[in-house]
C-alpha cells in the first residue's frame, strides 16, 4: 500500500471515530409514530409556545404600567407582587413545555 494511501486510511479511520459519538447522540426519529401524531404534538408544542410568548408581553405591558403607575404605594406593590406571580406562572410553563 503506498504512503498516500495510508495516510487516506488513516485519516478516513480518524475521521469516523469522531464523527460515531455525535452520531449516537443524535435524537433518530422514531418509526412507529404516525405523521398525524407528529404533527399534532408539533401544533401543541406551537400552542404552549404562543401562550408563553403572549404571558412574557403581558409581563411587560404590565411592568411598563406599573412604571408609570400614579398610585398609593399600596397599589404599586400589589400590582408588583401580580407581576411576580405572573413571572412565577411563566417560568412553571417553560419547566412543563420543557419536560
Keep these: 500500500m503506498s504512503e498516500s494511501r495510508k495516510r487516506r486510511a488513516t485519516w478516513l479511520v480518524l475521521v469516523s471515530l469522531l464523527l460515531l459519538p455525535i452520531l449516537w447522540a443524535c435524537e433518530m426519529p422514531s418509526t412507529g409514530g404516525s405523521a ?9 408544542q406551537a400552542e404552549k409556545t404562543r401562550k408563553m410568548e403572549d404571558k412574557a408581553a403581558e409581563i411587560r405591558r404590565k411592568e411598563e404600567d406599573l412604571r408609570n403607575m400614579q398610585g398609593t404605594d399600596q397599589e404599586k406593590i400589589d400590582a408588583a407582587n401580580e407581576i411576580e406571580r405572573d413571572r412565577q406562572e411563566l417560568i412553571k410553563m417553560q419547566e ?4
Design 36 to 44: 398525524s401524531t407528529t404533527s399534532t404534538t408539533s401544533s401543541g
Design 96 to 99: 412543563d413545555s420543557g419536560s
